[in-house]
Antibody
Framework: EVQLVESGGGLVKPGGSLSVSCAASGFTFSNAWMSWVRQAPGKGLEWVGR??????????EYAAPVKGRFTISRDDSKNTLYLQMNSLKIEDTAVYYC?????????WGQGTLVTVSS | DIQMTQSPSTLSASVGDRVTITCRASQSISSWLAWSQQKPGKAPKVLIYKASSLESGVPSRFSGSGSGTEFTLTISSLQPDDFATYYCQQYNTYWAFGQGTKVEIK
């Protein structure tokens, strides 16, 4: 069974930085393309970005609102996905989910809340 | 970028009603379309993947159809547990989501 467990969310001031992580199990993490998706309070789902498997180059893509501020990385030895968020804005306040479509259907973690407020 | 347009945004229905939600992609996504249900404070729960495949454990009253750019989620007989928000999602290239459909009690 695919399990994705996010951690590291919290309260951060505008302009600050925060890193969240996602521990994966139940599938071959090193072969999987992984994504981050966020959901602002009362809003819909928004794709943040993704990282390919190392076999497929390990490259990343980002949505326009976060490009240049957020960085996705992975540690296949630890089966862990990371999202480094810099220059945070109030509008980045959201629940951040890690997700994968590695088995042909999307699988989601439970999410971690990031609040950007002074 | 592929845009997903979902309708309606809100739907009022009664228990036992047949409910249909539609989703349109701005370009062909083949069958890389999932439908998810979300309740407040919870992560999305995938109901349908690859446009028409029922996720394990999901009741058979849920069904999906379509390919290319036009997709439909149907709930054959709405149950009390089905009042929630539903999202379509393309996962052909970058992921993209419809705006959501809130199914409310009539």
């Amino acid at each position: 069974e695919v399990q994705l467990v996010e951690s590291g969310g919290g309260l951060v001031k505008p302009g600050g930085s925060l890193s969240v992580s996602c521990a994966a199990s139940g599938f071959t993490f090193s072969n999987a393309w992984m994504s981050w998706v966020r959901q602002a309070p009362g809003k819909g789902l928004e794709w943040v970005g993704r990282i390919r498997s190392e076999l497929d180059g390990g490259t990343t893509e980002y949505a326009a609102p976060v490009k240049g501020r957020f960085t996705i990385s992975r540690d296949d030895s630890k089966n862990t996905l990371y999202l480094q968020m810099n220059s945070l804005k109030i509008e980045d306040t959201a629940v951040y989910y890690c997700a994968t479509g590695t088995r042909g259907s999307p699988d989601w973690g439970q999410g971690t809340l990031v609040t950007v407020s002074s | 970028d592929i845009q997903m347009t979902q309708s309606p945004s809100t739907l009022s229905a009664s228990v036992g009603d047949r409910v249909t939600i539609t989703c349109r992609a701005s370009q062909s996504i083949s069958s890389w379309l999932a439908w998810s249900q979300q309740k407040p404070g919870k992560a999305p729960k995938v109901l349908i993947y690859k446009a028409s495949s029922l996720e394990s454990g999901v009741p058979s009253r849920f069904s999906g159809s379509g390919s290319g750019t036009e997709f439909t989620l149907t709930i054959s007989s709405l149950q009390p547990d089905d009042f929630a928000t539903y999202y379509c999602q393309q996962y052909n290239t970058y992921w993209a989501f419809g705006q959501g459909t809130k199914v409310e009690i009539k």
